[in-house]
Every structure is written in C-alpha cells, then in structure tokens.
C-alpha cells in the first residue's frame, strides 16, 4: 500500500541552526511533492513544492531537496528561529488526484 | 479574501446524535476534501469531490456522507457519531491543476461523549 512516513519524534534544535526533516514513501511515482507547515489549532499551510526534476529548491531560509531513486525528500530551514517552531508535514498526490500526507514532524527551536 | 471557513470552530455531541460541519470556499476550487487529524495518525482523508456533483471515498469514510451540490460548499455529515469520531477535522480546497497547493480551514474540533 501507498505510505508516506515522517520522523515522528519531535526535533529539537538550537536557534542559528539547521533543521533537517525527512518524508520517504513507498508505492508513489510522484512527480512533485509538497512541504506544509501546521502550527497548534490552526490548519496546514502551504510552503514548497518541489517537481521530480528538480533536484533542490530554495525559498528563503527553506531548501527542499527530492530524490526518486531514493524515494526521500529532505527538508530544510537554515539559520533556524523560535518562529520556525511547527509541525511540518509532506504531502503526495496519489490515484484521483488524492493529497496524502505524511504523520508530520514537531520541530522546536529553542534559544 | 476568507478563503475556506469552516463552522463550528469546536462541537460536543452526544453518542448517537447526528450533525453537519460546515466548509465553503471562495476560491472558485473544483477540488474539495475533509481530513481528520488525531494524534499519532497526521491527516487522513475521508472523502474527497473534484467538482459539483462528484463525490468520492478517502482513507476512512465510514460514519461520514458528503455532498457537493454546489462548488462553493462541501459539508460533512456525521450520521450517528461515535466516540471513535472525536477529533480534528480540516477542510481543504485546491484548483484542479496537480501541483496545486491545498487550502485548508481553520479545523473543527469535535467532541463525541
């Protein structure tokens, strides 16, 4: 069955760092997936969208990069603030047109 | 610009009772869909509609109904809810394009005693 599995334990990292989370998947041939960030009683919101030819994409402090061979998307946020303190969650578009996503990762930035 | 609004913000039902949660987007998105979110589990999908008149089964659409009579409104209907249905609930909007981003409402948070 299709799975799309992130780190479920929370990431603590120090402000100034960088923050790296992982989405892998299983059974998807995806030809872009997407980056969300949910913060506590809100909705996900989008960030980035990365195409499967695309190796790396960048958005200010965020970088994505997206490999097929290893069927894995690396998420990244450079110089890390409190603000930056969220659930991240990845996302795929499966059969129909379905948006599925991953368990999200909790990451805390901490001063 | 209120994009997708969901009502209520939160609910307390009693086993057995039915309700409606609301969602309407603003969008003109022929895309629509209901999530629910419970710890441990991220979002999973319940049903989904690609257009006026289209409906279609998520990851877990027992105990719920949809309908999309319009483009704009996308209620999900609980029928005798369950405690197993306490949780976060979310709407989503989005263009029919496949690379395009959800939108999501607020969230409903439901409360089944």
């Known amino acids: 069955s299709q799975k799309i599995e992130q780190n479920s334990e929370a990431l603590n990292i120090q402000e100034g760092k960088t923050a790296t989370l992982t989405c892998n998947y299983t059974?998807?041939?995806?030809?872009?997936l997407q980056w969300y960030r949910q913060d506590p009683g809100r909705g996900p919101v989008f960030l980035l969208l990365i195409r499967e030819n695309e190796k790396e994409k960048r958005k200010e402090r965020l970088k994505v990069t997206f490999d097929t061979t290893l069927k894995q998307s690396l998420f990244h946020i450079t110089a890390s603030q409190p603000a930056d303190s969220a659930t991240y969650l990845c996302?795929?578009?499966?059969?129909?047109?379905?948006?599925?996503f991953g368990t999200g990762t909790q990451l805390k930035v901490e001063l | 610009n209120a994009g997708v609004t969901q009502t209520p913000k939160f609910q307390v039902l009693k086993t057995g009772q039915s309700m409606t949660l609301q969602c309407a987007q603003d969008m003109n998105h022929e895309y629509m869909s209901w999530y629910r979110q419970d710890p441990g589990m991220g979002l999973r999908l319940i049903h989904y509609?690609?257009?006026?008149?289209?409906?279609d089964q998520g990851e877990v659409p027992n105990g719920y109904n949809v309908s999309r009579s319009t483009t704009e409104d996308f209620p999900l209907r609980l029928l005798s809810a369950a405690p197993s249905q306490t949780s976060v609930y979310f709407c989503a909007s989005s263009s029919s394009d496949r690379i395009a981003e959800a939108f999501f409402g607020q969230g409903t948070r439901l409360t089944v005693v």
């Open positions: 509609s690609v257009g006026a008149g289209i409906t």
């Open positions: 059974n998807y041939s995806p030809a872009y």
């Open positions: 996302a795929l578009r499966g059969g129909g047109n379905k948006l599925t």
